[in-house]
Structure formats: structure tokens, C-alpha cells
């Protein structure tokens, strides 16, 4: 299996940015395709934002597109999420999700698909 750790996580003023990354230990990184994903209070967890194995492939909520960019370092066994232009909503908890699969390409958007997770990272956006 694989541990996931997150980190990076802060407040920030509406408009500006933050870099958030998970650490994965424990088993080959270049095996699962990762996930990012988000909790705010009283709201259900949503997707944010994924990657392939190989790191060619990413697919971004409509709601962080133009703002938000997933990528991974195989070499480092990390997935990192670039947040540009911040707002107040994107105020949550965020989460990486790892999902083992036999192909390269896939990205994966619904989290009952993933694996593991990590315990993950608060983000908030002040006004």
C-alpha cells in the first residue's frame, strides 16, 4: 500500500497563491494514478483536480480551471497542486487520493475510485 502525506497547506488573501504537495511513500509512486480533492465545512467532498502514472494526462474541475494545476514528480514520489488566483471559496480541506492502475493514461474524477488518501491540508482564502 502507499502513504500519503500532505503539506503546504496556509491562509492566503483572496487573489494570490499557494503550492500544496503530497508526499507518497511505501510503494512505486509511478503506479497510481493521483487525485486532488476538497472538503469545506458542511459542504461533501469534491474533485479538484487529477493526474495520470505518467503525468501526461491531468483533468481540472470546471470550478479551478485557468486557476488551479495538478502535476507529479515520479522521481520525488510527489504530486503537487498550483492554486493561482485564490478565492474565498476555495477555502477547504484538501486532499491527495492515490488510485493503483494498470494504465498510463487514465485520470480518474470520482474519489470512490481511489485507494488511499491522506489526512489532509487546510486552505484558507481570506477576503
Known amino acids: 500500500q502507499v502513504q500519503l502525506v500532505e503539506s503546504g497547506g496556509g491562509l492566503v488573501q483572496s487573489g494570490g497563491s499557494l503550492r500544496i504537495a503530497c508526499a507518497a511513500s511505501?510503494?512505486?509512486?509511478?503506479?497510481?494514478?493521483m487525485g486532488w480533492f476538497r472538503q469545506a465545512p458542511g459542504k461533501e467532498r469534491e474533485f479538484v483536480a487529477a493526474?495520470?502514472?505518467?503525468?501526461?494526462?491531468?483533468k481540472n474541475a470546471d470550478s479551478v480551471k485557468g486557476r488551479f494545476t495538478i502535476s507529479r514528480d515520479n522521481a520525488k514520489n510527489t504530486v503537487y497542486l498550483q492554486m493561482n488566483s485564490l478565492k474565498p471559496e476555495d477555502t477547504a480541506v484538501y486532499y491527495c487520493?492515490?488510485?493503483?492502475?494498470?494504465?498510463?493514461?487514465?485520470?480518474?474524477?470520482?474519489?470512490?475510485?481511489?485507494?488511499?488518501w491522506g489526512q489532509g491540508t487546510q486552505v484558507t482564502v481570506s477576503s
Open positions: 487520493a492515490a488510485k493503483l492502475t494498470l494504465f498510463t493514461v487514465v485520470v480518474t474524477t470520482n474519489s470512490f475510485e481511489y485507494d488511499y
Open positions: 511505501g510503494h512505486t509512486f509511478s503506479s497510481y494514478a
Open positions: 493526474i495520470s502514472r505518467s503525468g501526461g494526462n491531468t
